[in-house]
């Protein structure tokens, strides 16, 4: 299985922001859409975004909608997620994961459908 490794976790203060990437192994990275999801602490894992294959369709959850943004480099097998005016409730280990498919799916916010994943990276906001 592909080796996928997240990157840019930190602790900032509210209003502040933060760049994190994943990089994988896997060579068919272009035909894979890909997520990113967060687990908070005593919480339920959350999808808050998801990128096409191609990169020219996400998705966000409501919670972080204007605030994020996904983007991917294929010829880098790397995706990022700009996070901006970060909240505490933004406080979370953060995960990118490959999705089955090139496009997101309407329940791609599960990750139910999603084959392979990271080991997750801390972000910490203060007040």
């Known amino acids: 299985q592909a080796q996928m490794m997240e990157s840019g976790g930190g602790q900032v203060q509210t209003g502040g922001s933060l760049r994190l990437s994943c990089t994988t192994t896997?060579?068919?990275?272009?035909?894979?859409?890909m997520g990113w999801f967060r687990q908070p602490p005593g919480l339920e894992r959350e999808g808050i975004a998801c990128?096409?294959?191609?990169?020219?369709?996400?998705y966000y959850a409501d919670s972080v909608k204007g605030r994020f943004t996904i983007s991917r480099e294929n010829g880098n097998n790397t995706i990022f997620l700009q996070m901006n005016a970060l909240k505490p409730e933004d406080t979370a280990m953060y995960y990118c994961?490959?999705?089955?498919?090139?496009?997101?799916?309407?329940?791609?916010?599960?990750?139910?459908?999603?084959?392979?994943w990271g080991q997750g990276t801390q972000v910490t906001v203060s007040s």
């Open positions: 990128i096409s294959a191609a990169g020219r369709t996400t």
């Open positions: 896997d060579s068919a990275f272009d035909s894979h859409s």
């Open positions: 994961a490959t999705g089955p498919l090139n496009y997101c799916g309407l329940s791609w916010s599960s990750g139910r459908s999603f084959i392979n």
